[in-house]
């Protein structure tokens, strides 16, 4: 069984300062892990994915990701926000062989001018 | 390229009402799923097809059925609606592999009075 827990339903920044969304990881097998995008009124759209290659994994518009076996852990990182990157943002992990993703439960990024 | 699309985009039925939610991919995936969001649950797994011809239930199956009419298309069926069935489903899919990133639909938002 696996799950993923996002320690926080919302973040709020600046603009220009840097962004930090929060995700921990239970899986009973080297997972898969991911995080997705989701702007107001649209689906869902890939930033990145782990897959054991690299334990620090870049993905688009900036963010990056690192993988952290010992704490579980697999934190989306931007070093400076932009207003377009108001959205939610959800983490994924999926078991290996597994077609089951499961999904956080979501963080609401806001970003102040 | 249009990628996946589900039609209908808003829906509002009846309590026991039946309806169909198409999805079609044109990207030659064999994997397609059904999903529904809900605030602060973030996606729930309802349906997934691992390949044309086979279908299996994911966490919330109950109250739904699906056919996966052939390769590119997926449909779900609410036999009788219940307003606990009120939510915004996503169709996803994906190529061959625990890998594989999921594209996404728009979304169909569905009320049930």
């Known amino acids: 069984a696996q799950s993923v827990t996002q320690l926080d339903s919302h973040v709020s920044v600046s603009e220009g300062t840097p962004v930090l969304l929060r995700c921990n990881y239970s899986?009973?097998?080297?997972?898969?892990l991911f995080w997705y995008v989701q702007h107001p009124n649209k689906g869902l759209q890939l930033l990145l994915k782990?897959?054991?290659?690299?334990?620090l994994v870049k993905g688009i518009n900036g963010f990056e990701a690192e993988f952290k076996k010992s704490e579980t852990s697999f934190h989306l990182t931007k070093p400076s926000a932009h207003m377009s990157d108001a959205a939610e943002y959800f983490c994924?992990?999926?078991?290996?062989?597994?077609?089951?993703?499961?999904f956080g439960k979501g963080t609401k990024l806001s970003v102040i001018p | 390229n249009a990628g996946v699309t589900q039609t209908p985009k808003f829906q509002v039925l009846k309590t026991g009402q039946s309806m169909t939610l198409q999805c079609a991919q044109d990207?030659?995936?064999?994997?397609m799923y059904w999903y529904r969001q809900d605030p602060g649950m973030g996606l729930r797994l309802i349906y997934y097809?691992?390949?044309?011809?086979?279908?299996d239930k994911g966490e919330v199956p109950n109250g739904y059925n699906v056919s996966r009419l052939n390769k590119r298309e997926f449909s779900l069926r609410l036999e009788s609606a219940a307003p606990s069935q009120t939510s915004v489903y996503f169709c996803?899919?994906?190529?061959?592999?625990?890998?594989?990133?999921?594209?996404f639909g728009s979304g169909t938002q569905l009320s049930v009075l």
């Open positions: 996803a899919s994906s190529g061959q592999g625990a890998y594989e990133k999921l594209f």
């Open positions: 899986s009973s097998y080297s997972p898969s």
């Open positions: 990207m030659n995936h064999n994997s």
């Open positions: 097809s691992a390949s044309e011809g086979t279908t």
């Open positions: 994924v992990v999926r078991g290996a062989g597994s077609y089951q993703l499961t």
């Open positions: 782990y897959t054991s290659a690299a334990t």
